[in-house]
């Protein structure tokens, strides 16, 4: 037990400042401090990839969590290249730029109801999903493809059809990145991204999913790390009021769960530190604080001490821990309804991946071929999730390169008489791919190009393939076009 845990009135702040936090741990169960802490009131878990192996593992563990307490199991489920269930094998549902591509709402919504279906059969209670980020930088480094698109009405509708996908399986929705992190050129896992956008642009392009899917019934919000000058001054928006309470709960009057990105981000532990950063987060009104797999058990209490002591100094009203805790209580409500879920996983996923690839230029016909795929550096927030076209054309030899280590000549000769495919992700971000590319078209302009990422930097004069992801769905509908 902690050592806060000294009285009636010790023991009630403990619980409600506790209860502000979803943990991240290591390994596939769940460890003794967990579980100890869930007893004590904690608020829930974060689960990663590294802590699923399979459905029956994480079943067991979702139940081995919920004897313990009364948690909130949340993961990162959006499909397409962020996947925590599919980690290991890459996701079978193609991502939101597929989706948006295709853009059908129906479809959407029976993509993310899938979802929504695999998730409660595994107990999962919230999904940190839709991605809501009206995605206009077209280099932004850590949204992309998780993005519908860069049309805030497009974007609006499918993160609507998202929303009703996921709760009409009695999985929670949590919309981000508060108040939008689509125009941003940084990585908030690294620093402090700026929006640099006025307030009337804010609610023409950035605010406007966030509304709809407050019409929508939407359970949660995640904040982002961004900072917004003419919103949020200096501040990251996870620790503005301005941005949080005013602007979210004041204007647009939403009244659901406010989640904080994750605070083991150097956006806020850079500035602020991990403590630091959960009382100003929870001071501007989030209500559940979402920490990554960095902290350790003495951060965890650590963390409750800062916020207990911030309660004692006035930093930190107790009345905002209250309504914290009221909310997420509601929250915890609504997701014990009972609710039909499917029984078998659905196809739907290769069906909406199958409508979203585009094929520019002749159909291929591959004759003994030779596939090229470039890599390309994982993302923190996707991490080192499988991509490409293995198991998918067994009729090829696919083989990765380094794209500044690329054997150019070696590649040529090796594909002499051959057909050659050379699959890209996200070139527009990296001169390195474009350069191999851009060298194999000279000598061999027959080629095919897959781009596997969004589809900006286009070779001209060659057959193309646009895939909008790099799911595994996603890799199967596009050898399926090459492979007819």
């Known amino acids: 037990m902690s050592d806060f845990i000294a009285g009636p009135r010790d023991q009630g702040l403990y619980r409600l400042a506790a209860g502000t936090l979803l943990v991240a741990f290591q ?14 009131g904690l608020g829930g878990v974060t689960l990663f990839g590294f802590n699923v192996s399979d459905h029956e593992q994480l079943c067991a563990l979702s139940e081995r969590l919920r004897a313990a307490g009364d948690p909130v199991v949340s993961l990162d489920e959006e499909g397409g290249d962020v996947t925590r269930l599919a980690y290991h094998v890459g996701s079978p549902y193609p991502g939101n730029a597929a989706l948006g591509a295709v853009d059908d709402v129906e479809l959407t919504r029976d993509v993310y109801r899938a979802i929504g279906d695999d998730l409660a059969r595994c107990g999962v209670t919230l999904d940190m999903a839709p991605d809501a980020d009206v995605n206009t930088a077209d280099d932004n480094p850590v949204i992309g493809t998780r993005s519908f698109g860069s049309d805030a009405a497009l974007v609006a509708r499918h993160t609507v059809a998202a929303v009703h996908g996921l709760q009409s399986a009695g999985v929670a929705a949590c919309v981000k990145h508060f108040p939008g992190h689509g125009a941003t050129r940084q990585d908030s896992h690294l620093e402090i991204p700026l929006v640099d956008a006025s307030l009337e642009l804010l609610h023409e392009r950035e605010l406007v999913p966030f509304r709809a899917a407050i019409e929508a019934g939407t ?20 620790i503005s009021p301005a941005a949080l309470t005013g602007l979210l709960r004041g204007e647009l009057g939403y009244d659901g769960v406010v989640i904080s990105d994750a605070l083991d981000m150097k956006a806020i532990t850079d500035a602020y530190g991990l403590a630091g950063g959960a009382v100003l987060s929870l001071a501007a009104g989030s209500d559940l604080l979402c920490l990554g797999p960095i902290p350790t058990e003495p951060d965890i209490q650590k963390i409750i001490s800062e916020i207990v002591a911030a309660t004692g100094d006035g930093r930190l009203p107790v009345a905002r821990l209250e309504e914290a805790a009221e909310r997420v209580a509601r929250l915890r409500s609504w997701s014990g309804e009972p609710r039909q879920v499917a029984a078998e996983e659905s196809t739907i996923g290769l069906t909406a991946a199958r409508r979203a690839v585009r094929l520019t230029g002749p159909a291929p016909e591959l004759v003994d071929p030779l596939v090229v795929e470039v890599d390309t550096p994982p993302t923190i927030a996707v991490g080192e999730v499988p991509w490409g076209f293995h198991p998918w054309l067994p009729q090829a030899e696919i083989v990765r390169v380094k794209p500044e280590a690329a054997d150019v000549v070696g590649i040529l000769e090796r594909a002499d ?36 990422g969004l589809p900006i930097w286009r070779p001209a004069g060659t057959t193309y393939l646009a895939t909008y992801g790099a799911a595994r769905a996603n890799a199967q509908a596009a050898a399926e076009l090459l492979s007819l």
């Open 417 to 452: 008489g051959r057909s050659l495919v050379v699959v890209v992700k996200d070139a527009h971000r990296y001169e390195a791919s474009q350069a191999v590319v851009s060298a194999l078209l000279a000598s061999r302009p027959d080629a095919v190009v897959v781009e596997m």
């Open 219 to 238: 359970k949660s919000i995640m904040t982002a790390h961004v900072q917004v000058p003419a919103l949020t001054g200096g501040l990251p928006s996870t």
């Open 27 to 40: 390994g596939t169960t769940a460890p003794e401090w967990v579980l100890r802490e869930l007893e004590n």
